[in-house]
């Protein structure tokens, strides 16, 4: 079964400090890569994803994500944080190979709080 | 506005009582999802559905079942609660489209607690 590993469980950071979040999965068959964010309250939100392409994406917000296959890697970065990044996020594989309608279940990490100081 | 909604928002619940908590979605997605978060476990996939009459076992499917009798209504049930059930449950759905392939939207939770 496919799973993720998010290593930090909570990061306390500065406002303007560079921002680096570790994802790894374990399929080693075609993925498809999320970050979702979860701010305080809400629902989760779609940060970014990556299907196929590019390596390096960029979403919303300033934040973007690096795929290295080789390392099964899917990392966030946002080069300066604002206190209003603090929230948790969340990394998520999706591994149906090749196009499959109505099937894009899920596997989801445990999550990485994080926590901007003013 | 397009979206998820799930009812009721927060639910305190005895144990051993019957609970359905309500997802309906307005943008005709085939596929829905119930995930249960809980602290230090991230989000944990309980039943889906690919498309209307059809539905499957998730990660932790016990205790919990689904309907799918139309596109837009996904509910899910507690048959008989139990405190390890108290929870915040997300309902999900998704749909390919050209711009949102993959893509899975979230309804605002449902929180349970269970005593």
Known sequence: AQSVSQHNHHVILSEAASLELGCNYSYGGTVNLFWYVQYPGQHLQLLLKYFSGDPLVKGIK?????????????????????????????CAVNDSAGYDFGNEKLTFGTGTRLTIIP | IAGITQAPTSQILAAGRRMTLRCTQDMRHNAMYWYRQDLGLGLRLIHYSNTAGTTGKGEVPDGYSVSRANTDDFPLTLASAVPSQTSVYFCASSGSTASSYNEQFFGPGTRLTVL
Do not use: C, M
């Not at chain 1, 795929?67 to 990392?75: E, L, P, Q, R």
């Open chain 1, 62 to 90: 300033g934040f973007e994500a690096e795929f290295i296959k080789s390392k099964f890697s899917f990392n966030l970065r946002k080069p300066s944080v604002q206190w209003s990044d603090t929230a948790e996020y969340f």
